[in-house]
């Protein structure tokens, strides 16, 4: 698997993105940019043995992950041990502020705000 130009140019310009730009938001520096650009391969070559081994393409050994549902799993997860150590507490209650806590500060303020406000409208 190798890094391509064309792919990332496409798509950065979509976002209406510099390359320049989009290194300084991902803090990657051009020149490890250009050296990841002109690798033959991404991946180790630990991977591509094991692929050669199987008889198969390394991609077929990845996977992608759903960080989205990996992060409610973990939440789930985390419910499930309070709520055994902390009968008394409400399961919903507890989901709801660990999935509040995965937020920062600022935008649980805002979110609140928001609440806030249009509570008071509909007064």
């Known amino acids: 698997?190798?890094?391509?130009?064309?792919?990332i140019k496409i798509l950065y310009r979509t976002k209406g993105l510099s390359l320049k730009k989009l290194l300084s938001l991902a803090n990657v520096s051009k020149t490890a940019y250009y050296n990841l650009l002109y690798k033959d391969t991404l991946l180790p070559n630990s991977i591509h043995r094991i692929a050669k081994i199987l008889g198969v393409q390394p991609s077929t050994l990845l996977e992608e992950s759903n960080s989205e549902e990996e992060k409610m799993k973990r939440i789930l997860d985390l419910t499930d041990k309070i709520a055994v150590s902390l009968p008394e507490l409400d399961r919903e209650n507890v989901r709801h502020t660990l999935i509040l806590l995965q937020e920062g500060p600022i935008e649980r303020l805002r979110r609140s705000l928001t609440r806030g406000q249009k509570f008071n409208i509909l007064r």
């Open 1 to 7: 698997m190798y890094l391509s130009q064309n792919k």
